[in-house]
Nanobody, 119 residues
Framework: QVQLVESGGGLVQAGGSLRLSCAAS????????MGWFRQAPGKERDFVAA????????VYADSVKGRFTISRDNSKNTVYLQMNSVKPEDTAVYYC????????????WGQGTQVTVSS
């Protein structure tokens, strides 16, 4: 079992930067692939980025490639999403996830953190 707690959300101007954090707790957390999804009001929950347990493999949605970077610090059981050059379209609730592989189904979900990008 794994518990995930997101933080770092808030209000940011378009073109600015924001870093989200996800603190994981529970056994064998370093073996899980971690990632981020987001959901805007009235829209489906969409994949954003994922990272393997070792950090050696990363996957990004086309919409965030070149702007967002996912990373992890297993010594702190924490995953990060560095968001640069943000756009109003990035406004959403961002959810941290954990699963058995980068592209596999997500087993655990955090409660989410709101990111709002102003024009």
């Amino acid at each position: 079992q794994v518990q995930l707690v997101e933080s770092g959300g808030g209000l940011v101007q378009a073109g600015g930067s924001l870093r989200l954090s996800c603190a994981a707790s529970g056994r064998a957390t370093s073996t899980y692939a971690m990632g981020w999804f987001r959901q805007a009001p009235g829209k489906e929950r969409d994949f954003v980025a994922a990272i393997s347990g070792t950090g050696g493999n990363t996957v990004y949605a086309d919409s965030v490639k070149g702007r967002f970077t996912i990373s992890r610090d297993n010594s702190k059981n924490t995953v990060y999403l560095q968001m640069n050059s943000v756009k109003p379209e990035d406004t959403a609730v961002y959810y941290c996830t954990a699963g058995l592989s980068v592209l596999g189904p997500r087993r655990y979900w955090g409660q989410g953190t709101q990111v709002t990008v102003s024009s």
